[in-house]
């Protein structure tokens, strides 16, 4: 039977000690595709951030922005964008609060610099962006610039609580631990991703494997009856939500899963 597996990105594909991408994921990933399986990656990240070391892998596709973007077989399947007008709101509320705000979209990604940066970790992701060499534009107020989903850093509860008032009406807020949150339209998900790449190969909810690390891949590790956690997954408790965990990213944990699953067979 045909399977499918869809991957988390950072401390799934890549190592969680130093970002890595370990040479036996890469094989067996290849190895699976050679039995006529589907791999797909399934991340929060938008396409452009999908970095060319994961497309040079060879996946049939990618759920990308949490469901909002999709890609099946060489093509865009699904690309569900905010308007200018709602992202201008979250600008505006983002500005009132004082939050640090990352724009993200299938083309590019975007920091307010109308202010500094406050967050630690917002200016640590800026200066991760520039030094792959990331063209950011500034003029956020230009008509046509829109987003697909983002995030926000901020430093206490109350801004964080303010904040939503404006986004919540549009987007559902997912904690990402510590005072790092992700917004994603309401409706779209990982999971939601799945199904619709499910209903494109005409695939039932059986042939469906997800692999994550985190409680950002609970939706989809909900959703399938195959769920899988990484050996290195945080917080522990996933490891009881899942029905099957693998090694650790960095101790050839895709490549065991795999194959024990079944995928170096047709």
Not at 76 to 81: D, F, G, I, M, R
């Amino acid at each position: 039977m045909k399977k499918i597996a869809f991957f988390d990105i950072d401390g799934t594909l890549t190592s969680e000690i130093d970002g890595s991408l370990p040479k036996s994921a890469i094989n067996a990933i290849r190895h699976a595709r050679t039995f006529g399986h589907l791999m797909f990656i399934n991340t929060g990240r938008c396409f452009q951030n999908v970095e060319p070391r994961f497309r040079r892998i060879g996946f049939d596709g990618y759920v990308c922005g949490c469901g909002t973007n999709i890609f099946c077989s060489g093509t865009e399947a699904l690309h569900v964008a905010q308007t200018h007008s709602i992202t201008m709101q979250l600008l505006e509320a983002a500005r009132k609060t004082n939050v640090d705000i990352l724009f993200e979209s299938r083309k590019e990604v975007a920091f307010d610099k109308s202010k500094s940066l406050t967050h630690p970790d917002a200016i640590h992701q800026y200066k991760a962006f520039l030094n792959r060499g990331y063209d950011m534009p500034e003029n956020l107020e230009n008509p046509n610039f829109f987003c697909d989903k983002f995030v926000v850093w901020y430093q206490t509860p109350d801004q964080l609580e303010e904040f939503r008032k404006v986004s919540d009406p549009y987007f559902t807020c997912i904690d990402r631990g510590g005072t790092f949150r992700e917004f994603v339209p309401i409706g779209y998900s990982k999971a939601t991703g799945i199904q619709y790449v499910l209903d494109y190969y005409h695939l039932d909810l059986d042939a469906a494997y997800a692999i994550g690390d985190s409680n950002n891949d609970l939706p989809m590790l909900s959703y399938v009856p195959n769920s899988v956690a990484m050996g290195n997954a945080s917080p522990a408790s996933l490891f009881d939500q899942v029905s099957f965990v693998t090694k650790r990213a960095s101790e050839d944990g895709i490549a065991y899963a795999l194959e024990q699953l079944g995928f170096f067979e047709s």
